[in-house]
């Protein structure tokens, strides 16, 4: 009888201790369940307000940026009109238009047009100083059609890759003349340190684009230096000051970053086989 009394209560101190334990977890699943809960609603909580804050960072960014560049660089609007006196030029590689390099060149009437010596010869490579490439046929683009054209004068450059040259410039001509504005040249308008300029170049192949810089300390006899893009396309594309007068030439860029285009002044010298030429002095409209 003892043992029977004593497996009973062994029995049923089991099944407290099982009871005691499945309540212990619940009351712990709970606690677990109550903390997690009030973890998610308080991180729920953070997330609405980062994401308050970023909107509100996003708006005072925009108008940060929308006050920031009318003082910065301004843009004269009487000089828009000018990006109708820059065309794209391309000098085709081969005899069926597939390979090309692109650069810009500048109308200055009657058909003629400026640009610079690489973008119409090819470069020379640094260590054999032999041609890299053999340009097949010259053409600016008008309306998105090719118009052959000639080299018509250039400079004494000999076109070395990498190489910068204040004889970087060439003359070249279309056969029949376009409905562009020429360009105002002033070979006497002052450009020093400091002075804002405007710079129209075929960036990247895509049109004509025109961004503001400033004027940098010369590095070299009739080459500046300016701090707006020099991306891929705008070599031969202008420079104009404030006052209108087209001055120089985008010549390259400085250095293995975009941000500074060197610019080639306008010299009489480039001008002489342009039969009509006149400086803004003499004509404020050249070809006129």
């Given at each position: ?16 201790l099982?009871?005691?334990l ?14 997690q ?7 729920a909580?953070?997330v609405?307000?980062?994401?308050g ?18 003082p ?10 000018y990006r109708r006196?820059?065309v794209?030029?391309?000098?085709y ?10 650069g810009t060149a500048?109308y200055?009437g009657q058909?003629?047009?400026?640009t ?7 470069l ?20 998105d ?6 080299v018509?004068?250039q ?30 040249v ?11 300029v405007?710079?129209f ?20 006899e009739?080459i ?21 007068d ?10 293995e970053?975009?941000r ?14 342009v039969?009509?030429f006149?400086?803004?002095a ?7």
């Open positions: 009888m003892r043992k029977k009394r004593v497996r009973r209560v062994v029995r049923w101190v089991g099944f407290a099982a009871v005691s499945v309540i212990a977890a619940g009351v712990v699943v709970a606690f677990v369940l109550d903390r809960s009030s973890a998610i609603e308080r991180l909580t953070r609405a307000q980062l994401e804050a970023v909107q509100t960072a996003e708006l005072e960014i925009k108008q940060a940026r929308s006050q920031e560049f009318v910065v660089s301004p843009f004269p609007k009487k000089l828009r009109r006196s820059f794209e030029l391309r000098a590689l081969d005899a069926d238009h597939q390979v090309y390099n692109f500048g200055l058909g003629y047009f400026i610079v010596k690489h973008n119409v010869s090819p020379k490579d640094p260590r054999t100083k032999k041609p890299l490439f053999k340009v097949s046929e010259l053409a600016v683009r008008y309306h059609q090719d118009f052959p054209a000639q018509v004068d400079g004494t450059s000999e076109g070395i890759q990498g190489e910068i040259d204040n004889q970087d410039w060439a003359i070249i001509k279309a056969e029949e003349p376009f409905d562009l504005i020429p360009l105002p002033n070979l006497s308008a002052p450009v020093t340190f400091g002075d804002l405007v710079r170049g075929n960036d990247y192949d895509k049109g004509i684009i025109a961004t503001t810089g400033y004027i940098g300390s010369p590095i070299e009739g500046l230096p300016c701090l707006t893009d020099g991306n891929p396309g705008v070599s031969g594309g202008g420079v104009l000051t404030q006052n209108g087209f001055v120089g030439l985008g010549l390259g860029r400085l250095g970053g975009y500074l285009t060197l610019i080639l002044r306008l010299r009489p010298e480039m001008f002489q086989k039969p009509f006149k400086t803004k003499d004509q404020p409209v050249p070809g006129s």
